[in-house]
């Protein structure tokens, strides 16, 4: 029997449930950081609407656009998006950009 395993795009290896090995040493480090107390409200893969749904001129519905970023908490009363990545694709780089010109009172940060 042959098994067909589809590689990942990037070359990333999923562990843990995560994206990549990158990915997966931030969440330790940060969920060590949050049981210190140095980090608060961390959530994963947290949704951000960049761009809300709505009708064009013929009445149909656009979806929202969405940003999702890996983690987001609190450090010393700011708030943090961080994104953990090995490769920008054109659409990333664009969503960062949205995102960053929506939510100008969240710190964004790229590891």
Do not use: C
């Not at 961080?82 to 949205?98: S, W």
Request: charged content about 35%.
């Amino acid at each position: 029997m042959l098994l067909n395993f589809k590689k990942n795009k990037y070359g990333n290896k999923k562990v843990n449930g995560y994206d990549s090995k990158k990915e997966h040493r931030r969440s330790l480090q940060l969920k060590q950081l949050q049981k210190e107390r140095k980090i608060s409200k961390l959530e994963e893969q947290k949704v951000f609407v960049l761009q809300e749904s709505f009708k064009n001129n013929q009445n149909k519905t656009i979806r929202a656009i969405k940003y999702i970023v890996d983690y987001y908490y609190i450090e010393n009363g700011i708030e943090v998006a961080e994104d953990v990545k090995g490769f920008k694709t054109d659409v990333y780089k664009i969503k960062a950009k949205l995102f960053q010109k929506k939510y100008p009172n969240i710190k964004f940060i790229e590891t």
